[in-house]
Nanobody
Framework: VQLQASGGGLVQPGDSLRLSCAAN????MGWFRQAPGKEREFVAG???????KSHAASVRGRFIISRDSGKNTYLRMNSLKPEDTAVYYC???????????????????WGQGTLVTVSS
């Protein structure tokens, strides 16, 4: 399994950013993040089918996970805050159908991470 996350960068508070994750196959997918000195946490997940989604309370209403009809998954991040600064990871779960997964232990494979820094 190959997962390639991209799209991170340095932005100002209030800006938007879109992360992408390219996979070599279609899976159930998730985005997690790890801020400096903190545990990795769930951000958003999407089912294999793409119709079911889940977002962490801390990002709900600002971030949106989506996927195309192929193998790519996205995380649209709006109204970014300094506390969103973290390394963002995409993860893949070998599963079909409608379930969405939110625990790290649910996922089988991880991408290398992309750094998002929100600072004025």
């Amino acid at each position: 399994v190959q997962l390639q996350a991209s799209g991170g960068g340095l932005v100002q508070p209030g800006d938007s950013l879109r992360l992408s994750c390219a996979a070599n196959e279609r899976y159930a997918m998730g985005w997690f993040r790890q801020a400096p000195g903190k545990e990795r946490e769930f951000v958003a997940g999407i089912s294999y089918r793409g119709g079911e989604k889940s977002h962490a309370a801390s990002v709900r209403g600002r971030f949106i996970i989506s996927r195309d009809s192929g193998k790519n998954t996205y995380l649209r991040m709006n109204s970014l805050k300094p506390e969103d600064t973290a390394v963002y990871y995409c993860a893949a779960k070998i599963a079909g159908g409608s379930p969405v997964y939110s625990r790290e232990s649910d996922y089988d494979y991880w991408g290398q991470g992309t750094l998002v820094t929100v600072s004025s």
